[in-house]
């Protein structure tokens, strides 16, 4: 509860400290697309116009893209089916951009905004993570959010390792903990 809790407040605070008149969530790692419906209910109360991006190979993680204490991972998303997602966020779909492949060879034939209010990434895998953040670390809007899902579990050290090295050379964003494992970036 407390992690969608955390989702839910740091779209709000994006939308409401972004200057972009359209407000762009972006996931990465979507699943069945429980954590973004919290991103959109906060759309919907703090937003006059949104736009979605979400991207996911929405079938199980490619073994070339998990670092060795990763590769348990490897088959655990094989379940995953787009059309599924899409019916459950049905009541969206107006808004929403659906990007199906793997990070990060999918952003090369993706719809990319250019702007992003909010960034969730959550990928089980840090090389993918580490691809995600390049690619829209500059796209984030000042006053924008970046929430990682994966930054303090056990088994994802490799994760946590390259996002604190990623943000220790930025003097324009400040990363903090949370007791939920997951971690907020504030870009100035």
């Not at 954590?35 to 736009?51: D, E, Q, R, V």
Request: hydrophobic letters at 35%.
């Amino acid at each position: 509860m407390w992690r969608h809790y955390f989702v839910y407040w740091s779209a709000s605070y994006a939308l409401k400290n972004t200057n972009n008149k359209t407000k762009v969530l972006v996931e990465c790692g979507v699943c069945d697309g429980l954590t973004i419906s919290y991103a959109i209910g906060a759309a919907k109360n703090n937003a006059s116009n949104y736009k979605g991006y979400l991207y996911d190979a929405w079938e199980g993680m490619r073994d070339d893209l998990l670092t060795d204490s990763e590769k348990g991972m490897a088959t655990e998303y094989s379940y995953l089916q787009i059309e599924e997602t899409k019916k459950n966020l049905r009541e969206s779909e107006n808004n929403l951009i659906y990007n199906q492949g793997f990070i990060p060879e999918s952003f090369q034939f993706s719809e990319n905004p250019r702007q992003v209010s909010w960034l969730h990434i959550d990928l089980n895998s840090s090389i993918a993570t580490e691809a995600a953040l390049i690619f829209f670390y500059d796209s984030l809007e000042s006053g924008g959010i970046i929430i990682f899902d994966d930054y303090g579990w056990i088994g994802y050290e490799k994760t946590r390792s390259l996002v604190d090295n990623f943000f220790f050379k930025k003097d324009d964003s400040n990363l903090i903990h949370l007791p939920t494992g997951q971690a907020l970036v504030f870009k100035k």
